[in-house]
């Protein structure tokens, strides 16, 4: 059995604490920001220059940058790192969550110290530490919305029950797909067997319509501060409007002009009547392992032996809500997919950290009953498979890019303040301080910018593809003089220019 000092400690803070050093050294350690990071650096900015109204022009779901903005205004750190303290915040929000749901089905010590140990090292979880994404608050508070939600279909106190939707609210504020949960989660009421058939539809439809009318009521508070929630979700699902027209109402060029891209000219005239089942199936492959991605073969793994060896064998009251979520983010998934035709891992991740709780589960049936020291096989093999998910989420074998803080710095040091600089690296164009709309820097520069930029113009240029065909035609590189490369001549990832003479047409 566990010691009674672990007994006597609620290791979901403890959890927290290591969650906030682990983000901590993260910041200390600096990785280089996402590229969604600056757009919302760009919005928090806007905020504290000119208000909440033109944050959610700039940016229609602004609330994650906002709140970036007000950290940097009350501790007066730059922007980039208020996003990373907020992030800390948040993750350890989501750890407390999610040692809250395994609690809320087995309370045991040393269940409990093996899901913290999962969450804390899950690879596909924590590798989003050190990017700057409204996702985590989302993920943060959705959990908190369905350990609430646990407790409510308990005990049917309204505390808890108003708790759920304050939470998922709260998840929407950071990303809509919230307000779906919020709707649907409800209804797992409805096959709670504690209750007969009538208590059942009574507490399914009648939460999930308080919940809907909650949200409604709340929605009303944004207009307070100028905030056109309209607006903001017609310009959310204007973005889609193209697409779904094109998915379900294509004109008949499109549709041929699909059918031959696919499958040839001759081919088109007999298969193009199939073009929707084509597309769906190939949809569908998109979607799958876009889903194992997100769960992790770890983790995966573990839940198959878990479903082999019948180890996931919970009380389906308590886990009940949590394959509703798993139904849900499906749903979510495959309609994003079949609309935008695109689809990332992280969109799946509410799926994947509902699966990834039941795995402490199957890690504690898998070991030997008593202490978790020991020589066991099976001890030995869960403490390969815990090593081996915090290498894969906390050590990165990527390429160093140390060289775009040693160029901020050199330009910072060496250029005079009114000199102009022109860049591809969004790092760059924001360390520097020379460019306003660092948040809409692309990747590769044009062949006008390099020939028609005035003497004196630095360019800062990381090399791709694109860019090293650019600079190897005499007429555009000819009046570069070549300042600095990083990080040596033998890997030359970013070069720094000088123009010398000026621009011309």
């Not at 779904?244 to 041929?256: A, G, I």
Request: proline share 3%; glycine share 6%; aromatic share 12%.
């Amino acid at each position: 059995m566990i010691s009674n000092k672990w007994q006597s400690i609620d290791i979901r803070w403890l959890a927290v604490a290591v969650s906030l050093l682990i983000s901590a050294l993260l910041i200390v350690f600096h990785a280089t920001p996402n590229d969604d990071a600056w757009v919302y650096i760009r919005t928090a900015e806007i905020y504290t220059e000119q208000g909440l109204g033109a944050a959610f022009d700039h940016l229609p779901w602004a609330t994650y940058p906002v709140l970036i903005g007000i950290l940097h205004q009350a501790i007066g750190i730059d922007l980039l790192a208020s996003a990373y303290l907020l992030n800390a915040f948040l993750f350890a929000l989501l750890v407390y969550a999610f040692l809250s749901i395994v609690k809320e089905i087995d309370s045991s010590s040393r269940l409990m110290l093996l899901a913290t140990i999962c969450v804390l090292v899950y690879p596909q979880l924590n590798e989003y530490r050190h990017e700057v994404i409204r996702d985590i608050g989302f993920w943060a508070f959705c959990l908190l919305g369905v350990w609430k939600f646990m407790q409510f279909q308990d005990s049917l106190s309204l505390r808890h029950g108003a708790a759920f939707c304050l939470t998922l609210i709260a998840a929407a504020t950071f990303r809509a797909e919230a307000i779906v949960y919020l709707a649907l989660l409800p209804l797992c009421l409805l096959v709670n067997s504690r209750y007969d058939r009538g208590r059942r539809i009574q507490l399914g439809l009648g939460y999930t319509g308080a919940a809907l009318i909650t949200l409604l009521l709340i929605l009303g508070i944004p207009s307070l501060f100028g905030i056109n929630l309209v607006a903001m979700f017609t310009e959310f699902f204007s973005v889609y409007l193209p697409f779904l027209q094109d998915t379900f109402f294509p004109d008949e060029q499109r549709s041929l002009e699909i059918g031959r891209a696919l499958f040839n000219e001759h081919a088109a005239y007999y298969s193009s009547e199939y073009l929707t089942l084509f597309m769906t199936f190939g949809l569908i492959a998109i979607l799958i392992p876009n889903i194992f991605n997100a769960i992790g073969g770890p983790f995966l793994l573990t839940l198959l032996a878990g479903v082999i060896k019948k180890h996931l064998l919970l009380p389906r009251p308590q886990t009940t809500p949590l394959l509703f979520v798993v139904a849900i983010n499906l749903v979510i998934l495959a309609a994003f997919l079949f609309v935008t035709r695109f689809l990332t891992s992280r969109y799946a991740m509410m799926l994947a950290l509902m699966l990834a709780i039941f795995v402490p589960f199957v890690l504690n049936r898998f070991l030997p009953s008593g202490e978790l020291s020991g020589t066991s096989w099976r001890v030995r093999l869960v403490v390969l498979l815990m090593v081996y998910c915090a290498v894969d989420a906390y050590i990165s074998f990527g390429e160093n890019k140390d060289y775009i803080y040693e160029a901020v710095d050199w330009i910072n040091a060496n250029a005079d303040a009114d000199t102009q600089l022109i860049t591809n690296n969004q790092l760059i164009a924001y360390g520097s301080q020379r460019i306003d709309a660092y948040d809409q820097i692309t990747r590769n520069l044009t062949e006008e910018q390099i020939i028609q930029a005035g003497a004196g113009t630095l360019f800062a240029i990381e090399n791709n593809t694109e860019m090293q065909r650019l600079l190897a035609e005499d007429h555009v590189s000819g009046d570069l003089e070549t300042l600095l490369i990083l990080p040596d001549e033998q890997n030359q990832e970013l070069i720094i220019f000088q123009k010398t003479t000026n621009g011309t047409r």
